[in-house]
């Protein structure tokens, strides 16, 4: 057996023994047995305190040692109930370790361990994610939600699926909502009320996904993530860091069969018959302001390190941001060009990098002669002429152009997800702006409201080039 494996397994030990913070006689034998067992000695007790409960697990899953698995997975087993009964929150670890490390489970799962972020989500909460909406899923969702609830209700976890907060805030008379707002900010203007009740009233579980679980809790793993549940099994310190560990379990139509099993799973390692079970509920004309609830709102609330929507408004040559109520300053006719034409491009981008072979060349050079009409089109409509449009095609005039608006958009403060709103190039040499297009609006000559990308005249010459 490597020591890295000897640091993972006194990693997961540690873990589970600060898992109820109770540390007991029995535990402390059992940890003497592990410990010859293993071979762990005290310089491996050390190095096991700078690494995650997720590296550890996955060094043990990824090792190839004949047993290791099985063997671990039942000492841990043993472990948890040395002091006489399996408590609530180890029975969060070793769920964990179970779906990992033991072959006869039917749930696939993978762990995950971040630092502590400011949004944070409470243990034993679970959270119905995915990367864009699946219509199956999503409607098993809908049709078993009840029966979901009540089957994780009565294992002391708290399931959240964001449509349903949504549809209730939408279902809240308008004007005790918009009181509600009110209350709660203050100093936010009508204008900014109204921004956030619609920001409010359109956010979806894939950019709930993306913008608290990947940018504000730097979960990144979950970028493309399939239909999956999330759930927050504990804390703890990596050296002198906080970290939050999670499970995930992926999730299609049969997502009612798979809860089911994950609570009878979870259910059979608990050998305490109480425990504490969250009853509370949002009802008719009244929001929750506390824990998971109160976060989210503050979210919108709050003015700073918030989502804004995107909007381009050619005949003023102007970039809005209107949620932190803020232009994008420094640029130029090319820059603002630029970004609209990212913007269209969406999660596409586009890509410089020249093929190696004649036949790719072809191809290659049709792409980029129609990103040169696109964007002299668009460059027209801010203001200039096609015939002068700079050609991007070629690396020494698009370099600065991007280096320009780079800069500009990186001085933009109060988004949280900065980065997300900024030119990004991927491994592959592609270049977009990840944002997603139901935050992208237009204004349309003659028109003082913006229209979303997809519905706007822009949209459509720009499809037909």
């Given at each position: 057996?490597?020591?890295?494996?000897?640091?993972?397994?006194?990693?997961?030990?540690?873990?589970?023994?600060?898992?109820?913070?109770?540390?007991?006689?029995?535990?402390?034998?059992?940890?003497?047995?592990?410990?010859?067992?293993?071979?762990i000695?005290?310089?491996?007790?050390?190095?096991?305190?700078?690494?995650?409960?997720?590296?550890?697990?996955?060094?043990?899953c990824?090792?190839?040692?004949p047993?290791?698995k099985?063997?671990?997975?039942g000492?841990?087993?043993?472990?948890?109930?040395?002091?006489?009964?399996?408590?609530?929150?180890?029975?969060?670890?070793?769920?964990?370790?179970?779906?990992?490390?033991?072959?006869?489970?039917?749930?696939?799962?993978?762990?995950?361990?971040t630092?502590?972020?400011?949004?944070?989500?409470?243990?034993?909460?679970?959270?119905?994610i995915?990367?864009?909406?699946?219509?199956?899923?999503?409607?098993?969702?809908?049709?078993?939600?009840?029966?979901?609830?009540?089957?994780?209700?009565?294992?002391?976890?708290?399931?959240?699926?964001i449509?349903?907060?949504?549809?209730?805030?939408?279902?809240?008379?308008?004007?005790?909502f918009?009181d509600?707002?009110?209350?709660?900010?203050?100093?936010?203007?009508?204008?900014?009320?109204?921004?956030?009740?619609?920001?409010?009233?359109?956010?979806?579980?894939?950019?709930?996904?993306?913008?608290?679980?990947?940018?504000?809790?730097?979960?990144?793993?979950?970028?493309?993530?399939?239909?999956?549940l999330?759930?927050?099994?504990?804390?703890?310190?990596?050296?002198?860091?906080?970290?939050?560990?999670?499970?995930?379990?992926?999730?299609?139509?049969?997502?009612?069969?798979?809860?089911?099993?994950?609570?009878?799973s979870?259910?059979?390692m608990?050998?305490?018959?109480?425990?504490?079970?969250?009853?509370?509920?949002?009802?008719?004309?009244?929001?929750?302001?506390?824990?998971?609830?109160?976060?989210?709102?503050?979210?919108?609330?709050?003015?700073?390190?918030?989502r804004?929507?995107?909007?381009?408004n050619?005949?003023?040559?102007?970039?809005?941001?209107?949620?932190?109520?803020?232009?994008?300053?420094?640029?130029h006719?090319?820059?603002?060009?630029?970004?609209?034409?990212?913007?269209?491009?969406?999660?596409?981008?586009?890509?410089?990098?020249?093929?190696?072979?004649a036949?790719?060349?072809?191809?290659?050079?049709?792409?980029?002669?129609?990103?040169?009409?696109?964007?002299?089109?668009?460059?027209?409509?801010?203001?200039?002429?096609?015939?002068?449009?700079?050609?991007?095609?070629?690396?020494?005039?698009?370099?600065?152009?991007?280096?320009?608006?780079?800069?500009?958009?990186?001085?933009?403060?109060?988004l949280?997800?900065?980065?997300?709103?900024?030119?990004?190039?991927?491994?592959?040499?592609?270049?977009?702006?990840?944002?997603?297009?139901?935050?992208?609006?237009?204004?349309?000559?003659?028109?003082?409201?913006?229209v979303?990308?997809?519905?706007?005249?822009?949209?459509?010459?720009?499809?037909?080039?």
């Open positions: 057996m490597q020591r890295g494996h000897k640091t993972a397994i006194a990693r997961i030990f540690s873990d589970l023994i600060k898992a109820d913070r109770i540390v007991d006689t029995a535990e402390m034998e059992c940890w003497r047995n592990i410990c010859d067992k293993y071979g000695d005290r310089d491996v007790r050390i190095e096991a305190r700078e690494i995650s409960f997720a590296d550890a697990l996955n060094a043990i990824g090792s190839g040692v047993g290791l099985e063997d671990l997975l000492d841990c087993r043993a472990m948890t109930v040395s002091d006489g009964f399996c408590a609530h929150s180890e029975a969060l670890l070793m769920i964990a370790l179970t779906t990992m490390l033991d072959s006869r489970q039917p749930l696939h799962g993978e762990v995950f361990s630092p502590k972020a400011d949004f944070n989500i409470d243990i034993a909460t679970v959270l119905y995915e990367k864009e909406y699946d219509p199956e899923t999503n409607r098993a969702v809908q049709t078993h939600h009840r029966s979901i609830f009540k089957e994780f209700q009565l294992a002391g976890f708290h399931f959240i699926y449509p349903r907060i949504i549809d209730h805030y939408r279902n809240t008379d308008p004007v005790l918009n509600i707002l009110s209350f709660l900010a203050p100093s936010m203007s009508d204008t900014g009320l109204e921004n956030t009740r619609r920001n409010l009233l359109n956010m979806t579980t894939g950019g709930f996904t993306k913008d608290l679980l990947c940018n504000k809790c730097g979960i990144n793993e979950l970028r493309d993530t399939i239909p999956s999330l759930i927050k099994t504990g804390n703890s310190f990596v050296g002198e860091d906080q970290y939050a560990n999670y499970l995930k379990i992926e999730v299609d139509e049969d997502i009612a069969d798979t809860v089911r099993a994950f609570v009878d979870f259910s059979e608990l050998r305490s018959d109480t425990f504490v079970i969250n009853t509370s509920e949002e009802r008719d004309n009244q929001f929750h302001f506390h824990g998971f609830y109160k976060q989210l709102l503050d979210i919108f609330l709050v003015r700073r390190n918030i804004s929507a995107v909007h381009i050619p005949y003023r040559e102007e970039i809005f941001f209107p949620d932190i109520d803020t232009k994008a300053t420094g640029l006719r090319r820059e603002r060009a630029l970004y609209a034409l990212l913007l269209y491009q969406g999660a596409e981008g586009f890509n410089f990098s020249s093929p190696r072979s036949g790719e060349m072809e191809i290659y050079n049709r792409r980029v002669d129609r990103l040169r009409r696109r964007y002299a089109a668009i460059y027209e409509m801010f203001g200039g002429s096609k015939e002068i449009a700079p050609d991007l095609g070629v690396p020494e005039i698009r370099r600065p152009i991007f280096s320009c608006l780079r800069r500009s958009i990186k001085k933009l403060q109060g949280y997800n900065p980065d997300d709103y900024n030119v990004t190039k991927r491994t592959d040499g592609s270049f977009s702006v990840n944002i997603e297009p139901e935050i992208i609006f237009v204004y349309q000559h003659g028109s003082n409201e913006p979303p990308l997809k519905e706007s005249e822009l949209y459509r010459r720009w499809s037909e080039i």
